[in-house]
């Protein structure tokens, strides 16, 4: 038994790496419908994201979800490097000449990259919000922050009031659509879901779902940056 | 055809291998690729003046496209450019005149090199043993008809079972994943009656000799099915995924407490 495993077959690694795939993707849905309340979309659109930001931090419901969630993502993010470091090693010597196939997507192969940009983007977003939410980091100053007064609406506010922070936003984002783009129907064939018929179809969704969500949250940078 | 080889040379498992690079003229590109070998093979041992004769090793038998010995990694593509066909099916007319072409083994930690371009492909073997058979029945010679099965399990069985073992797949995977193999070798017996009796077990046993001999995980990128030159569907890791979860749902060992109702 190699060093690197920890005592689950290759396939349940897929399973677990699926199922909390699958549930970081339906979480993603989630927080973006509550992000694009930042935007001037509704009248009241402040209100309804501080009152989905206050639903979302106190729920008891929602307080289990986000163990689930935290630990989704860790189990997720140590399989992750695991199965990579092991298909590394199944190769000690590798080809001189390599020519992609017909079906090379390059959002496959970058799964790894895609998930470290990830794994970063987390790091400076818990810094910024999380950690400040709980206390255990000072709220970052600036324009919009009220002393003594750290709501998340105001704390997006100040941090995409910088360019330098909306273009890194926008950079780190692109990198989680890559990974969306091919984690969506690769959660559903590790989980043995394949069908002639709608496979396709898990395809396509996919794919739209990626290039929405990824554009949809890129849209709050974009829309401090220019409007 | 004129053409450029650079083949990859090495002496033993041990050895440390190189690339040489051979030159070949007057090759009919009605010739097939193998026998574009033997002929530079050929023109080694009538070049060479001291014995004995370091000719290239690499691995054929049928030379028609369905025993799965031969195994080239042809200017960066197992099997080489055509799809659907294995080596000794290809032909020099995919080539062109003037062609440099790199021929490579297959490259993967469970398929060790034995000699220049042959590999062990014992660990395939290995697999098999853990679990890709049937219990044998003795007696008199089945009715064909006796087990009735559908139609359409019975192609996609047949489907599955076309795959010749050559290793194109875990060559092709970024992985050096065997995961389409084990999954056309798993499906051709979850899809069919006979298959039943050992189904509990099997599924289990082969993914876990797979693991234990070191090759790559599935990450769906899907090159194996690309690669496959019997065009094996990745629709098969599906389905022995489902099975492998199956299986273990399902599994329940009841309580060996000695003795029988006699």
């Not at chain 1, 009241?44 to 993502?73: C, Q, R, Y």
């Not at chain 2, 590109?29 to 690499?58: A, G, R, W, Y």
């Amino acid at each position: 038994m190699r060093k690197t495993d920890v005592k689950l077959s290759s396939l349940s690694k897929k399973y677990f790496m699926a199922f909390a795939g699958l549930f970081l993707i339906s979480f993603l849905v989630v927080h973006l419908g509550i992000n694009l309340f930042i935007l001037p979309i509704t009248a009241d659109h402040e209100l309804i994201f501080a009152d989905a930001v206050h639903f979302m931090s106190t729920n008891p419901l929602i307080k289990v979800m986000e163990v689930v969630l935290f630990g989704g993502f860790i189990l997720h993010a140590i399989l992750g490097v695991i199965l990579q470091l092991q298909n590394w090693n199944a190769r000690p010597v590798g080809y001189k000449v390599s020519q992609k196939s017909q079906v090379y997507s390059p959002f496959t192969r970058f799964m790894i990259h895609t998930g470290i940009i990830i794994f970063v983007f987390l790091i400076i977003h818990f810094m910024n919000f999380y950690f400040v939410k709980m206390g255990w980091a000072e709220p970052p100053q600036g324009a919009h922050i009220v002393e003594g007064q750290h709501d998340f609406y105001n704390m997006a506010l100040n941090l995409f009031s910088s360019p330098f922070y909306c273009i890194l936003y926008i950079v780190l984002i692109m990198g989680l659509g890559f990974h969306l783009h091919h984690a969506f129907q690769s959660a559903f064939q590790s989980l043995g879901l394949n069908h002639p018929t709608y496979t396709p179809v898990i395809k396509v969704i996919g794919t739209i779902y990626s290039v929405l969500v990824t554009f949809g949250f890129i849209s709050i940078p974009l829309y401090f940056l220019f409007v | 055809m004129k053409l450029t080889l650079k083949i990859w040379r090495q002496e033993n498992a041990k050895a440390k291998g190189r690339f040489e690079t051979y030159q070949l003229d007057n090759i009919s590109s009605d010739c097939s690729f193998l026998e574009m070998l033997d002929i530079l093979n050929e023109q080694l041992v009538n070049d060479q003046v001291k014995l004995p004769v370091d000719t290239i090793s690499f691995d054929h038998d049928c030379r028609e496209g369905i025993c799965g010995m031969c195994s080239l990694y042809i200017n960066g593509r197992p099997h080489g450019p055509e799809q659907g066909t294995t080596v000794c099916q290809l032909h020099m007319r995919h080539f062109k005149d003037g062609d440099t072409i790199t021929i490579e083994p297959w490259r993967a930690g469970p398929f060790p090199v034995v000699k220049d371009l042959m590999v062990d492909r014992l660990a395939f073997d290995k697999i098999i043993q853990a679990g890709g058979f049937t219990s044998v029945s003795t007696g008199g010679v089945p009715d064909a008809n006796a087990i009735p099965i559908r139609k359409e399990d019975a192609d996609l069985a047949m489907d599955a079972a076309a795959c010749i073992g050559c290793g194109a797949c875990v060559a092709a995977c970024k992985n050096a994943s065997a995961m389409l193999f084990v999954a056309a070798k798993v499906s051709q017996f979850a899809l069919l009656p006979q298959g039943k009796i050992e189904a509990k077990e099997r599924v289990h046993a082969m993914v876990a000799k797979m693991d234990e001999l070191g090759f790559g995980n599935c990450s769906n990128t899907y090159a194996c099915e690309a690669e496959c030159p019997k065009n094996i569907s990745v629709e098969n890791i599906a389905r022995m995924n489902r099975e492998y979860f199956s299986q273990a749902v399902t599994k329940a060992d009841r309580k060996q407490n000695g003795g029988g109702a006699g």
